[in-house]
């Protein structure tokens, strides 16, 4: 059964972390680049982070660039995004997406497979 479940949202405070994770099964995860996204309110699925599926390059948008780090463990079949730096704009949910291959980019439509997202609200 395929399946892309996220994990480690929640609440927390302006200038705070969060690690988020993004844990697969029925995929060999090695085949796959793996990206992040988030979509606030009103707003389009914006790309986030992106590695390739061996791991050995990452990309980051201007506005997580400096603050997110992506990584991933292919053996364990999970992927993390550890977010430092919080402000209330990153407030979304956020998803996880495989796509096939070994590059990686941050368009939404080039990934095959979405998790159902978990919710960071940054917020005192």
């Known amino acids: 059964q395929l399946q892309i479940v996220e994990s480690g949202g929640g609440l927390v405070q302006p200038g705070g972390s969060l690690k988020l994770s993004c844990s697969v099964s029925g995929f060999n995860l090695a085949e796959y680049a793996i990206g992040w996204f988030r979509q606030a309110p009103g707003k389009e699925r914006e790309g986030l982070s992106c590695?390739?599926?061996?791991?050995?390059?990452?990309n980051y948008a201007d506005s997580v660039k400096g603050r997110f780090t992506i990584s991933r463990d292919n053996a364990k079949n999970t992927a993390f995004l550890q977010m430092n730096s919080l402000a209330p704009e990153d407030t979304a949910v956020y998803y996880c997406?495989?796509?096939?291959?070994?590059?990686?980019?941050?368009?939404?439509?080039?990934?095959?497979?979405w998790g159902q997202g978990t919710q960071v609200t940054v917020s005192s």
């Open positions: 590695i390739s599926s061996a791991g050995g390059l990452a």
């Open positions: 997406a495989l796509s096939r291959g070994f590059y990686c980019n941050l368009v939404f439509y080039e990934y095959d497979y």
